[in-house]
């Protein structure tokens, strides 16, 4: 396998699986665990409007899908930037570790830093937007 191929497949991982982390925080957390409606009124106790809440879930499940299919990825993942990073904000007192009471920070803010290092590389390898092999793009600008 060429190293072309590693680093368009390489960013291509990159893309998935932020995707499949977008989809099941907003499907799965969002709307099948808390529900929609109590997403909201998190959101409400701690200042936010409560209708953010369904905007959240929708910005996270569109850039979610859009990104696994490599779809408009830097466009996906420059709209979810501030979602995620809203969310560091949400948890900023709930200390580090985003696994203890309330959640932690580092967690959205690693999310944050994958969603930038996308805008960053662009879509990689199996996108159905597909147009060039990023490194050959990255050739011209050497």
Do not use: C
Not at 113 to 139: M, W, Y
């Amino acid at each position: 396998m060429s190293r072309q191929r590693q680093i368009d497949l390489g960013i291509a991982l990159l893309r998935i699986s932020l995707g499949v982390m977008l989809i099941a925080h907003s499907v799965v957390l969002k709307y099948f665990v808390y529900t929609l409606p109590g997403t909201a009124q998190f959101f409400q106790s701690i200042g936010l409007p409560a209708p953010l809440a369904y905007v959240v879930f929708a910005i996270e499940a569109i850039t979610g899908v859009a990104l696994v299919l490599g779809i408009g990825t830097r466009y996906a993942a420059a709209a979810v930037v501030p979602v995620l990073m809203g969310a560091v904000w949400a948890h900023a007192g709930n200390g580090w570790v985003f696994s203890g009471t309330h959640g932690g920070w580092e967690y959205p803010l690693y999310l944050s830093v994958l969603a930038i290092a996308q805008i960053l590389l662009g879509e990689g390898a199996l996108a159905l937007s597909r147009r060039e092999p990023q490194t050959a793009r990255a050739a011209h600008y050497a």
